[in-house]
């Protein structure tokens, strides 16, 4: 049977990240990755789906600067995020967080990041096979090798230890964890049940359409039902955009109140409208009074997974620890780092599977859990706490927020935000309020939903 010191599962972001740590400490690392057919791609690769949009202070966690970047992985330069509400509206210009990378943001081709990643973790020597379907790791505490990899139609891998980067949906993760906990995995990482479904579609915009959107990523909020539900619209190159949005699975549309009040339901919806519908009607919404939709919208049929569209997961569960002491580190959408709100999450899937190959490939995972807390805490507890915060928003609701962000942002007579806080009024501080409290409740770690004292060894 063949040994190795690092098996990684799942080729995409957090799994080449590990495999190139793990093999410039010096291990032999291995990836096993299932590989998906694209359009835009020549060969097998990674589930490459994702909005692909990196905000300035991202850059540093994921610790990768776009100048290490080929030309051809960057698509724009963004200067600006908007949130658009059924009736307010508000341009962010700052993340308001210190950053090495001086613009705003940028936008990239996901499909080319995956396979330059991969290339980087060839080059620092990890082995990188494609077409491989993993179907389970056995673990067994003492024994050489500790984990056995089971491949479909081949020959198992040995190895010291085995770095799940699988995706939100948890193929093997799950099979793994499952083993190693006194309850059903699924009552905290069910996936039909924790994750979100996002749908994406290339499309050509009318020139000055794409004039008026250029260096902008734009979101709309209170426009349709389910917890951190939204279309969006983040600008490529040559005047195409990926127009998307995001939205709970199995959302029940006879359990929303005040189903008028969504711009983009219609009265005689009975279920949730497709993805493609969501999109039609938000053209329509915003721009059918100028334009023929989706006519002057085309599909680029040359783009995305197929014929310009793609459909994905994206996990809205909190993070996980890992069980380290079985040698198993969990990255990435596995993990639930990536997050529904805010659109996937590359820059964490790159720092964890960073963290856990380097541990890995120096022969000790046992640091694992604190160290990616260390590295992306901040990031995972924000994104938590606005989840969280937002959780029973309803139309009205992100517009009284819009409003009082847009009287923060406008506001610049004091030195600081605290300052602008009090000048845009007590909506504003009763929000900031609010966010400190629900932020203050995650502390210490508080956002893990399976804590690494669950696991039973």
Same mark, same amino acid.
């Given at each position: /049977? ?103 943001? +940028? ?55 085995? $770095? ?82 995001? /939205? ?63 459909? +994905? ?28 709100? *805010? ?6 899937? $790159? ?56 009287? /923060? ?25 609010? +966010?400190?409290? *629900? ?19």
């Amino acid at each position: /049977m063949e040994q190795v010191d690092v098996a990684v599962v799942g080729g995409g972001p957090a799994g080449s990240a590990a495999a190139h740590a793990a093999a410039e400490a010096g291990a032999s690392a291995l990836v096993l990755e299932k590989g998906v057919p694209r359009e835009d791609r020549s060969g097998l690769g990674p589930d490459s789906t994702d909005a692909a949009g990196i905000l300035d202070y991202w850059v540093d966690i994921m610790g990768i600067h776009p100048d290490e970047l080929p030309d051809d992985v960057l698509l724009s330069e963004l200067d600006r995020a908007a949130f658009v509400g059924p009736s307010e509206s508000c341009v962010l210009r700052s993340t308001g967080i210190g950053a090495s990378y001086d613009a705003f943001g +940028y936008t990239f081709h996901r499909a080319r990041f995956d396979d330059w990643l991969r290339d980087r973790a060839e080059r620092a020597g990890a082995d990188y096979r494609v077409g491989v379907s993993v179907r389970d790791v056995e673990t067994t505490p003492g024994d050489d090798p500790r984990h056995v990899v089971r491949i479909a139609g081949g020959d198992p891998v040995g190895a010291e230890f085995v $770095v799940l980067a699988d995706g939100p949906q948890r193929t093997v993760t799950n099979r793994v964890l499952d083993r190693l906990l006194p309850y059903p995995v699924t009552d905290r990482l069910d996936t039909t049940s924790v994750n979100h479904i996002a749908y994406q579609e290339h499309r050509r915009l009318p020139p000055a359409v794409a004039e008026d959107l250029r260096g902008a990523i734009s979101f709309w909020w209170g426009y349709m039902p389910g917890h951190t539900a939204y279309p969006w619209i983040f600008p490529n190159d040559d005047d195409v955009a990926r127009i998307g949005l995001t /939205m709970p699975i199995g959302l029940d549309l006879s359990s929303v109140a005040n189903q008028e009040s969504y711009a983009l339901l219609r009265p005689d919806d009975r279920t949730v409208p497709s993805g493609s519908e969501y999109l039609r009607r938000l053209l329509e919404h915003e721009y059918g009074d100028e334009y023929d939709v989706p006519g002057d919208f085309p599909l680029v049929e040359s783009r995305g997974k197929s014929e310009g569209t793609e459909t +994905y997961p994206i996990s809205s569960t909190r993070p996980i620890d890992s069980p380290v002491g079985a040698g198993v580190a969990v990255v990435g959408g596995a993990m639930g780092t990536t997050s529904a709100f *805010h659109e996937g999450g590359d820059h964490v899937a $790159v720092r964890t599977g960073a963290i856990a190959g380097g541990l890995a490939g120096r022969g000790d995972l046992s640091g694992y859990n604190g160290a990616w807390k260390a590295a992306i805490g901040d990031e995972i507890r924000r994104n938590v706490t606005m989840a969280d915060m937002v959780r029973e928003y309803d139309p009205d609701d992100w517009d009284r927020v819009f409003r009082t962000a847009r009287r /923060m942002v406008a506001d610049e007579s004091g030195g600081g935000l605290f300052d602008r806080r009090f000048a845009a009024g007590w909506d504003a501080t009763k929000l900031f309020a609010r +966010y400190k409290w *629900h932020k203050r409740r995650l502390r210490k770690g508080g956002y893990v939903s399976i804590a690494a004292s669950d696991y039973v060894y």
